[in-house]
């Protein structure tokens, strides 16, 4: 079995012990093919505590990246007590022979989605963003092991490698589906033994592991296990590892403490460890399957003593006075008059400040929106005796999805040049250490450290996607030159704590798109105009002002070549055709308007219902000009306009990019027209048509520029050039319709209707005959 986040080390402990504390080195124990078959001296595979569970999702059709958008979410949650946690991933694609093996990039994060950059791009200013955890993986199945994990919610992400630039038409091209589902499997155990703070736990070790949790309450400020009486078959010695914490991705801080001396005391000490919580413990022993191993499992718990400020009348000076007002922690168990083995946990009575609790008030603006302040929106009063301390309720398991702003400003006269503000955000524990350090980090998390100086009196943090839990902001006052300096200062500080869905709601150059899985809702930038990144702050592909404005330029007034098409069905007394190349042309010119990212956009309806237009003209436009083409009838020339216009309209709001949606309609009418040239030609005994000139100069110009068009509009358009290709696809489109168009009746004169209504009379014509009927 994979073990996650264990590593050993030697060292020199108190009492001559010989002790190993360190954090976990390697993460997990990956397992990229078929899980191994169980050694048989695994204790997991005969141990009656532990019982199995397996979690499934509904499999989700992988794209090729993007942006997050593209890549797919899946949302599962860990029982407590779990031991074990693997990953079944399997990968499923189609057939056909366009399916080729493909990299599949599978992502897993705790506690909030992984924050991923396939395509290098750069993060906002004052972005803190940890390296992923991933794997690569073919078209085959794959598991991942993790031991101990940290029960919650757990994200598993997957996409295909980056996407081209080629925009390929939907239908045309062949394409692969690649199906992507993992599941989860979990052991856990049912007996866990509970650690309370001084009362010695008596264990015995033999072949399985003693699984231990102990109580966190919140206002811990330590916590101190130990071994003691350590035995292995009667004699001292005490070969055991003891695993605290639960494993978490992408970083692990399980702490290992290893114990090999057979003399003195083996001890863990764990500031700040998470508060409100369990917090597990395994004990294994490093003898033989067969040794017998005894101790006694200690812990003391250091309360931590809070002044919780009233702001209705609080002096400045108040944090200087008596905690005689503070709130205790760790209420005395019934029969405890003492202190036990190390010196016995803090309780309510005695003991200095340790903190000043702010209180912070959540106001929930809408999805992933959310705004903290404090009861009276004052600023927050930071003082070197104690850190300030503002916890923002973030466990609500729907704030993970949007990205936590920090922004901090102090007062300008009380920071002199040789002090400064210290400032770190943490998840499930403030850091309280700034007296010995400046790291931020806690027992099992490593905090975002902030300054605020004489030089700089602004600091900003941005974190992406946080962590599901309770985050605590603590700030004091530091004097690292001159120690008296700092015992009667005061800084104020200003806090805007928020939770948005997009930084600054992806820019000019972007739009803030809410994502779901399920229930799960986040958000996710999808940017235009060449900018890229997490919040479309990436200029290094970017368009510049006067090359968005020139792309649109292009892509509007190329649509004015349908002026030539409209003239010449008005000069050949084609009204119909002539009022549908207007309504393409007018359609067109706007909804590429409105298409534009950046400042040259301009939008007279609703994008969608532009789009829907543009598309039905361009399908009905080729449409009539092919029905044209074949010199059906008057009669049954509309009746098919009619038809075809009603078809092109169903089959766009089915699916308005499929290629046979517009292809099959427009193949039905050159069926026609062939048929209708072919019976001419069969009828007069010649080519029809029968001028070498109409040939030469109008059909044969016009096929060419349809072609080329086609050409170009399926297999020749990228997102580089679409300004340009897409452009030229207007005039050829126009420009054939142009062409293409049959010469007028032979009693039809020019820029005249065929059919006038004079005086309510309608005048039927016979060409046959040369006839005229009144009726």
């Not at 996409?159 to 081209?164: D, G, I, Q």
């Not at 006075?321 to 005395?332: D, E, H, I, R, Y």
């Not at 000069?571 to 359609?587: D, N």
Request: hydrophobic share 40%.
């Amino acid at each position: 079995m994979g073990r996650a986040g264990t590593g050993t080390g030697t060292g020199t402990g108190t009492g001559g012990a010989a002790v190993a504390v360190a954090v976990a080195g390697p993460l997990l124990l990956l397992l990229l093919a078929r899980p191994p078959p169980a050694a048989a001296g695994d204790s997991r595979k005969s141990d009656v505590r532990l019982v199995s569970e397996h979690f499934s999702q509904s499999p989700q059709k992988l794209s090729f990246y993007s942006w997050y958008g593209s890549a797919r979410l899946f949302h599962f949650r860990v029982p407590p007590d779990t031991v074990l946690l693997r990953w079944l991933l399997q990968v499923s694609r189609d057939s056909g022979p366009a399916c080729a093996s493909v990299e599949i990039t599978v992502y897993f994060r705790y506690g909030a989605p992984p924050v991923i950059n396939p395509l290098g791009t750069s993060f906002p200013a004052n972005s803190s963003v940890q390296s992923p955890f991933f794997i690569k993986m073919l078209d085959s199945n794959a598991s991942l092991n993790i031991s101990h994990p940290a029960p919650g919610d757990w994200f598993v992400a997957a996409h295909l490698p980056p996407a081209s630039q080629k925009i390929e038409v939907k239908g045309f091209v062949p394409t692969c589906a690649y199906v992507f589902q993992p599941d989860m499997l979990v052991v856990r155990t049912v007996e866990v033994s509970i650690l309370e703070p001084d009362v010695p736990l008596p264990q015995t070790l033999l072949s399985h592991p003693s699984y231990l949790k102990i109580f966190i309450p919140e206002y811990t400020q330590e916590l101190r296990l130990e071994l003691q009486g350590c035995a292995a078959n009667g004699s001292l010695g005490c070969p055991v590892r003891l695993t605290v914490g639960a494993a978490t991705l992408p970083r692990n801080f399980q702490k290992v403490l290893t114990c090999v001396s057979p003399t003195g005391a083996c001890r863990l000490l764990l500031p700040s460890p998470p508060w409100d919580r369990w917090l597990q413990v395994t004990a294994k022993s490093l003898a033989g399957p067969r040794v017998l191993v005894a101790f006694q499992a200690v812990a003391a718990l250091t309360a931590c003593r809070p002044w919780t400020l009233n702001f209705q009348h609080l002096p400045q000076s108040s944090l200087n006075g008596s905690c005689n007002a503070s709130t205790g922690l760790l209420p005395p168990r019934p029969g405890d008059h003492g202190d036990h083995g190390l010196g016995g946990s803090s309780r309510r009575h005695g003991g200095p400040c340790c903190l000043a609790s702010y209180p912070v008030i959540r106001e929930d603006l809408d999805v992933v929106s959310v705004r903290f302040w404090t009861v009276d929106r004052v600023w927050v009063r930071v003082r070197p005796a104690t850190p300030s301390v503002m916890r923002l309720y973030m466990d609500t398991g729907m704030d993970s999805g949007g990205s936590l702003t920090v922004s901090l400003r102090a007062n300008k006269t009380g920071i002199t040049n040789s002090t400064l503000v210290a400032i770190c955000v943490n998840a499930a524990s403030p850091f309280l250490g700034f007296s010995t350090s400046l790291n931020c980090t806690t027992a099992f998390f490593q905090g975002f450290p902030l300054t605020l100086s004489a030089a700089s009196h602004k600091a900003d943090l941005i974190i992406p996607y946080p962590e599901t839990d309770n985050w605590y902001l603590s700030l004091q006052l530091v004097c690292p030159e001159n120690l008296e300096e700092c015992e009667q200062a005061l800084v104020l500080v200003e806090t805007t704590l928020t939770l948005v869905p997009c930084l600054n709601d992806c820019g000019p150059y972007g739009q803030c798109v809410l994502l779901r899985r399920h229930s799960y809702l986040y958000a996710g930038c999808s940017c235009k105009a060449g900018w890229r990144g997490w919040s479309c702050t990436d200029n290094s592909t970017a368009q510049t002002v006067a090359q968005q404005r020139v792309a649109a330029l292009l892509l509007t007034l190329s649509n004015l070549m349908f002026l030539a098409p409209i003239a010449v069905s008005v000069h050949r007394s084609l009204l119909v055709e002539a009022s549908v190349y207007a309504y393409t042309m007018f359609f067109s010119t706007f909804y590429h308007a409105c298409d534009q990212p950046g400042e040259a956009v301009l939008c007279i309806l609703g994008y969608d219902t532009l789009q829907y237009c543009d598309f039905l003209g361009s399908g009905v436009s080729i449409w009539v000009t092919i029905l044209c083409m074949a010199r059906l009838k008057a009669a049954q020339k509309h009746v098919l306009f009619l038809l075809g216009t009603l078809i092109f309209a169903m089959s766009l709001q089915l699916d308005r990019r499929g290629a046979w949606n517009m292809m099959g309609p427009c193949l039905f009418a050159f069926v026609v027209m062939v048929t209708m040239w072919v019976y001419r030609c069969g009828r007069r005994h010649h080519c029809y048509p029968t001028s070498w000139q109409r040939w030469a100069f109008y059909l044969l110009p016009g096929i060419s520029m349809a072609a080329l068009g086609i050409a170009i509009y399926t297999s020749m358009m990228t997102s580089d050039n679409y300004y340009y290709t897409h452009s030229l696809w207007h005039m050829l489109l126009a420009g054939s319709a142009a062409c293409l168009l049959p010469p007028r009746e032979e009693h039809t004169k020019p820029w005249a209707c065929s059919q006038k209504l004079t005086c309510h009379y309608q005048i039927c014509k016979n060409h046959r005959e040369d006839l005229y009927t009144v009726t």
